[in-house]
């Protein structure tokens, strides 16, 4: 496999070490020469000292035949500039982001980017399954699209309380999964009636979850108030 990695940095240093130790073949661009030299002299001369954002340098690394490009720099415009570049100039059939600010995610999607990877949501995800939150817990995302793996811990102030699954309104694009209970994970029928401690687990699209939030959670400041 071909994979042009586009940032040298931490992520994009070990990415591309990690590849050529796997037996892939890899071109890494760093646009800062002094960097480029120096991962050179460690890793070989698999690094082009240009810039990954400019469409010649990646046609210089060779995109018109990569089979993935991976835009892993510290700046979210530009690894969304080279991953629009990389899909639609030159027919990269998998194109990789890394997503520093969180809120970008959805703009990252509608544009086409294939995966997405947020350092900072993954901590954060890490931290709030460690942390009782009456928020909504982000799991994993599911496939190359915008739906992902959600759970919502159903407090006694949760207006889901005491009503089965098939009474809640759920947002559109949202679909209860399973529940967990007493630690077991169980199936959601229409007769399920949730109780305070349930964990529900949800597929849904980013942009419902104000809604779904409402559904399950409640009004924060109503919350607050109680």
Same mark, same amino acid.
Request: glycine share 10%; proline share 3%.
């Given at each position: 496999?071909?994979?042009?990695?586009? +940032?040298? &940095?931490?992520? +994009?240093?070990?990415?591309?070490? *990690?590849?050529?130790? =796997?037996?892939?073949?890899?071109?890494? !661009?760093?646009?800062?020469?002094?960097?480029?030299?120096?991962?050179?002299?460690? %890793?070989?001369?698999?690094?082009? /000292?240009?810039?990954?954002?400019?469409?010649?340098?990646? =046609?210089?690394?060779?995109?018109?035949?990569?089979?993935?490009?991976?835009?892993?720099?510290?700046?979210?415009?530009?690894?969304?500039?080279?991953? $629009?570049? =990389?899909?639609?100039?030159?027919?990269?059939?998998?194109?990789?982001?890394?997503?520093?600010? @969180?809120?970008?995610?959805?703009?990252?999607?509608?544009?086409?980017?294939?995966?997405?990877?947020? @350092?900072?949501?993954?901590?954060?995800? /890490? #931290? *709030? $399954?460690? %942390?009782?939150?009456?928020?909504?817990?982000?799991? =994993?995302?599911?496939?190359?699209?915008?739906?992902?793996?959600?759970?919502?811990?159903?407090? *006694?102030?949760?207006?889901?309380?005491?009503?089965?699954?098939?009474?809640?309104?759920?947002?559109?694009?949202?679909?209860?999964?399973?529940?967990?209970?007493?630690?077991?994970?169980?199936?959601?029928?229409?007769?399920? $009636?949730?109780?305070? &401690?349930?964990?529900?687990?949800?597929? +849904?699209?980013?942009?419902?979850?104000?809604? !779904?939030? &409402?559904?399950?959670?409640?009004? *924060?400041?109503?919350?607050?108030? #109680?």
């Amino acid at each position: 496999m071909f994979v042009i990695v586009v +940032g040298g &940095g931490k992520v +994009g240093y070990y990415l591309t070490r *990690e590849l050529i130790e =796997a037996g892939h073949e890899v071109v890494l !661009l760093e646009k800062t020469r002094a960097r480029a030299v120096q991962i050179s002299d460690e %890793i070989g001369s698999v690094v082009l /000292a240009r810039d990954g954002s400019e469409g010649s340098a990646l =046609a210089e690394a060779g995109a018109n035949r990569a089979d993935i490009v991976a835009a892993v720099t510290g700046d979210d415009e530009d690894n969304l500039v080279i991953c $629009q570049m =990389a899909k639609h100039h030159f027919s990269v059939k998998r194109t990789i982001a890394r997503v520093n600010n @969180p809120k970008n995610e959805l703009l990252f999607r509608h544009l086409g980017v294939d995966e997405i990877i947020s @350092p900072t949501r993954m901590i954060l995800g /890490a #931290i *709030e $399954q460690d %942390i009782p939150v009456h928020e909504l817990l982000h799991l =994993a995302d599911l496939g190359s699209g915008d739906l992902e793996l959600i759970e919502a811990l159903l407090t *006694e102030e949760s207006p889901a309380i005491g009503r089965t699954s098939g009474e809640l309104a759920m947002p559109e694009g949202c679909t209860l999964f399973a529940y967990i209970r007493d630690g077991k994970a169980l199936q959601v029928r229409p007769e399920t $009636q949730f109780r305070g &401690g349930d964990k529900v687990i949800v597929i +849904g699209r980013r942009e419902c979850e104000d809604a !779904l939030r &409402g559904t399950l959670i409640g009004d *924060e400041e109503e919350t607050a108030a #109680i």
